[in-house]
Structure formats: C-alpha cells, structure tokens
C-alpha cells in the first residue's frame, strides 16, 4: 500500500480496531474450519495472525496523531513479536503453543487494560476496551495454568477467543466512529 493509501485507510478513528477485530474473526473461523490441522498449521496462522495485528497497532500509533498511545505501540510490538517466535521457530512454538499464547494474551490483555482505564475520561465505550482487554487477560490466565489442556481444547478456546476479542474489537471501533461523528462536547 502506499503512504497515501495507508494515511486514508487509518484516518477515521476506530478504523484499525475494526480491521482487526475482523481479522480476529477471520482467524477464529479459520481454526473452527480445520479442527484437525497440525500443530505446525496453528502455530503458523497464530503467527500471521499475532503479526497482522501488532502491525496494525503500530500503524495505527503513527496515523492517528490524535489518539496516540505508548500502550498501543507495547500492544503491538507483543504481538509482532510473538508471531514471529512462532513463525521462525515453529517446531518449538508447536511444543510450547500454549505457554507462548498464554503469555501473549495475558500480556496483551493488561496492555489493552491499562489502555482502556488512561482512556475512560475521554471516550464513552472505554468498557468495551477494558471488556476485550480483560477477556484477553483471563485467556492468557486460564491457557497458562492448564498447561494439561489437550491440543484440541487449546484450538477450540483461542477459536472462541479469537471470535469474541473481534466481536468487542469491532464494537469498539464502531464506537470509536460514531463519537468522532459527532459534535464536540465543548462546542458553542
């Protein structure tokens, strides 16, 4: 895409976490179509998907000069991370997918928490945010301490997972649009 393109793409507010509750959906769907996909699969789709995201998260930071935030960025960068530890190490990732998805979304979570609280003074839906950054937290919780979890129940959970964060992302996102729809609240 080009600069332009990319500019336009994030220039109204809620933009990038419609995008990316869409891709958690998509992601989500993706698991619950192939149950029986190796472990090499998921861990390459977490891997593209966790990169996708992150990526948006920065992009998001540096387009939207407005609703700028260190946290977003953090946010991000986790996600970038991570699935690039799966993607180039998958035969590792695939031995340790649930410790690897746990810490990712625990970690997430509390940056989308913390997030969601510096904003509640200033945008109506922070619930939302703190909603998807809590559920994102518990994941991360439950996925790390049931490390006996069987690989398809991990596949079933971060489908579900994946789904709901999108559901609430793109809640978010609408909310986001319709506030910077609407008039200032300190207009004369």
Known sequence: MSDVADRKMFKNPGTALLVRGVLA?????LILLLPSATALVVVVMFGIFAIIDGITSVAHYFYDPAGRSRWTVVGGLISIAAGIVAIALPGITAAAIGVLIGLWALVLG??????????????????????????????????????GLGFLSLVW????????????????????????????????
Do not use: E, Y
């Not at 959906?25 to 769907?29: D, M, Q, S, Y």
């Open 25 to 29: 959906i998509v992601f989500g769907l």
């Open 157 to 188: 959970m971060l489908a579900g997972f994946a789904i709901l964060t999108g559901l609430l992302l793109i809640a978010s996102g609408i909310g986001l649009r319709k506030l910077a729809s609407s008039p200032p609240l300190f207009a004369r």
């Open 110 to 147: 509390l940056s989308q928490i913390i997030l969601a609280l510096a904003a509640r003074s200033f945008i109506r839906s922070w619930g939302l945010w703190f909603l998807t950054g809590l559920v994102t937290t518990v994941f991360g919780i439950v996925v790390l301490f049931n490390p």
